[in-house]
């Protein structure tokens, strides 16, 4: 199988994600391995899923045994613990275990088991507090993390290290992606552990239901963010696995942000909402922006397709979904 380049010359190179490839994604009732299962079964892959119930990935044993016995070609790791800066705050043990734990078990797992290809999936959060904006991938390790995500950002920081050590002492073909903020069918909308738009789109309705003349929101709105649909997520996903093979971790974004208040004016329209917007500046902000440097993705040809608004809309209406179900 080829795969074509986009712009002159018109290259072609060998794709490095065989037709039908077996592929295992670890966490794929969440947002991202769900997203990422829908687009490989689209694109004909062989999809094989483990759920919680009969096989916990932080038990290293039990998961190389099952990875022996499948012997997949490929390995999107999207499995972890995850949450917004309250849950981060709170459980900051859970959240540097628990994902230390999966990594080293799916990874080592994996490489003995002969999985030729391995994608693990970081987040935008490894970068320093006051890094450069755009932030390019050399940015990491360059500077203080910010301090209510620190658990959960160093252990990504040691997923990256974990497959470039793998790269470089038995040549394996393993690659990590650093996703932006995300979002989409699939996401959790639980107030305690939510990112903050699913937060955002859940507080506006609930206050639209109830008639409330006014919300109050954390912080003061200025911070900047990105946000990608999590199916062009999926989409840059495949493409890595297809045409990426280097030592370098790869930014995933859509290369634009918008300010919090604006992220909250504009959900407030989606969900209909007509009250006051207030912001409680007592609360933290997190970091200030958080735009990724894409080039190296868009160097590959990828573009997301989905734009904020539209995505937010469609997100809106499949929690409403969930929730008459």
Same mark, same amino acid.
């Given at each position: 199988m080829t795969t074509d380049l986009p712009g002159p010359p018109r290259e072609r190179v060998p794709s490095l994600l065989r037709p039908g490839a077996r592929v295992f994604v670890a966490g794929h009732r969440g947002l991202v391995g769900s997203a990422v299962v829908r687009r490989l079964t689209a694109d004909g892959h062989e999809v094989v899923t483990r759920g919680r119930d009969r096989l916990d990935l932080r038990d290293a044993e039990r998961t190389a045994a099952f990875l022996r016995g499948i012997r997949p070609d490929a390995v999107v790791l999207a499995a972890a613990r995850v949450g917004g800066i309250m849950a981060n705050s709170t459980y900051p043990v859970q959240f540097i275990e628990d994902n230390l734990r999966i990594q080293l078990s799916v990874i080592a797992g994996a490489h003995a088991a002969g999985t030729e290809r391995l994608l693990f999936l970081g987040s935008s959060c490894i970068y320093p507090k006051h890094a450069p904006q755009p932030i390019p991938e050399s940015a990491l390790l360059t500077g203080p993390?910010?301090?209510?995500?620190?658990?959960?950002?160093?252990?990504?920081?040691?997923?990256?290290?974990?497959?470039?050590?793998?790269?470089?002492?038995?040549?394996?073909?393993?690659?990590?992606?650093?996703?932006?903020? !995300?979002?989409?069918?699939?996401?959790?909308?639980? !107030?305690?552990?939510?990112?903050?738009?699913?937060? !955002?789109?859940?507080?506006?309705?609930?206050?639209?239901?109830?008639?409330?003349?006014?919300?109050? !929101?954390?912080?003061?709105?200025?911070?900047?963010?990105?946000?990608?649909?999590?199916?062009?997520?999926?989409?840059?996903?495949?493409?890595?696995?297809?045409?990426?093979?280097?030592?370098?971790?790869?930014? /995933?974004?859509?290369?634009?942000?918008?300010?919090?208040?604006?992220?909250?004016?504009? /959900?407030?329209?989606?969900?209909?909402?007509?009250?006051?917007?207030?912001?409680?500046?007592?609360?933290?902000?997190?970091?200030?922006?958080?735009?990724?440097d894409v080039s190296r993705l868009t160097s590959l040809g990828f573009a997301p397709r989905i734009p904020l608004k539209e995505g937010i809309a469609e997100t809106y209406s499949w929690w409403l979904r969930q929730r008459a179900a």
């Open positions: 993390l910010e301090p209510t995500n620190e658990a959960y950002a160093l252990a990504k920081i040691a997923g990256i290290v974990q497959t470039q050590s793998y790269r470089r002492q038995y040549g394996a073909s393993y690659i990590s992606a650093m996703p932006t903020n !995300l979002y989409g069918p699939g996401d959790s909308f639980d !107030l305690e552990t939510s990112h903050v738009l699913p937060a !955002l789109i859940r507080r506006f309705h609930e206050a639209r239901e109830s008639g409330a003349p006014a919300l109050t !929101l954390w912080g003061s709105g200025n911070p900047r963010r990105e946000f990608l649909h999590v199916d062009d997520l999926a989409a840059a996903c495949v493409l890595l696995l297809e045409r990426y093979d280097d030592d370098a971790p790869v930014n /995933v974004g859509c290369g634009d942000d918008l300010t919090i208040r604006e992220l909250a004016a504009m /959900v407030a329209d989606v969900t209909a909402y007509q009250g006051e917007t207030r912001w409680d500046t007592g609360k933290p902000d997190g970091t200030p922006r958080k735009l990724l």
